[in-house]
C-alpha cells in the first residue's frame, strides 16, 4: 500500500524536526547574553537597528560602489545591510561571506553572518514543518469523511491526486530539511571562526553546539558543549546542556 510506505519514508523526517524544534524552545532566549529573546534575532535586529539610524545606502547605490571597487570591504558590508534590509537574505550573506573573508578579525560581521544562516535554517525548517503537516493531512483522510463511507474516503486519500500532493509534500519536506541542515552547518562553522577569535565567551561556544547539534555534527556538539560548561558551569542553561551531552556521548557510543 501506498500510504504505509509514505509514512515510513516521511517518518525520520518529522521525528528529526520534531527533536530541532524542542532543543530550539529549551535553548533559545534562556541564560547567557541576552536574557529574554532570541539571541539571533536580537543580532539582527541590533545591525538593523544600526543601518536605519545611520541611513544607509540604498541596494543600488551599495552595488554601484562594489561594482566601481570591489576590493572595498566597507562598500561590500554597506552592500549587505542593504541587502539585508531589503529581505534578501542569500544575497546579504554572500556579500557578508566576501566581507569576512577580507576582514578576517571583524567579530560583528562574523555574528551577523551567522545570525543571517540561523535564519536561512530557521525558513527552511518552517517550509519543512508545513510540508510535513501538508503531508499528514494527507495521510489521514479519516478527518474528512465520515465513519463507515469507506468508498468515499478511499477515493480522498488513496487516488491517484492525493498519491501525488503527498510525495511532493514529502519529497519537499526532505528537500527543506537537507537545506536546513546546511545552513545549520555553514552557520556552525561561522561559529568556529568565532570562538577561535574570542576563545572565552561560552555563548559563542554554546551556540556553536547547537548549530553543530542541527547540523547533524556530534563530535563538535560534544566539544563545544564542554567548553561552555567549562566556561559557565553556573549558567542557567547549563543544566540542559548537561542533560543533551548525556544524550549525544551515549547516542555516539551506540552508534
Known sequence: MFFPKLRKRA????????????????????????????????????????????????????????????????????????????????????????????????????????????AQATDAQNDAIEAQLEAQRHLFPESVAPPGQSRLREAIGGGPIAETVSTQSSERTSAAYQTMQQAYAQEAEVYRRLTALVPDDPLLHLQLGQASQFAGDTNRAIAAYKRFLALAPDDPNAPVVRDELKRLQASRRSG
Do not use: C
Not at 32 to 54: H, K, M, Q, V
Not at 66 to 78: F, G, H, I, T, W
Not at 84 to 92: F, I, K, L, V
Not at 101 to 117: E, G
Open 11 to 118: 517518518k525520520w523526517v518529522f521525528l528529526a524536526l520534531a527533536v530541532l524544534f524542542a532543543l530550539s524552545v529549551v535553548f533559545f532566549g534562556v541564560g547567557t547574553g541576552i536574557s529574554g529573546a532570541n539571541p539571533i534575532d536580537a543580532i539582527l535586529g541590533l545591525f538593523e537597528e544600526r543601518r536605519a539610524a545611520g541611513g544607509g545606502p540604498s541596494v543600488e547605490d551599495a552595488q554601484e560602489r562594489v561594482a566601481e571597487n570591489p576590493k572595498d570591504a566597507k562598500a561590500r558590508l554597506e552592500l549587505a545591510n542593504a541587502l539585508q534590509a531589503d529581505g534578501r537574505t542569500e544575497d546579504a550573506i554572500a556579500q557578508l561571506e566576501i566581507y569576512t573573508d577580507m576582514k578576517r578579525r571583524d567579530t560583528n560581521a562574523l555574528q551577523q553572518l551567522a545570525a543571517l544562516y540561523d
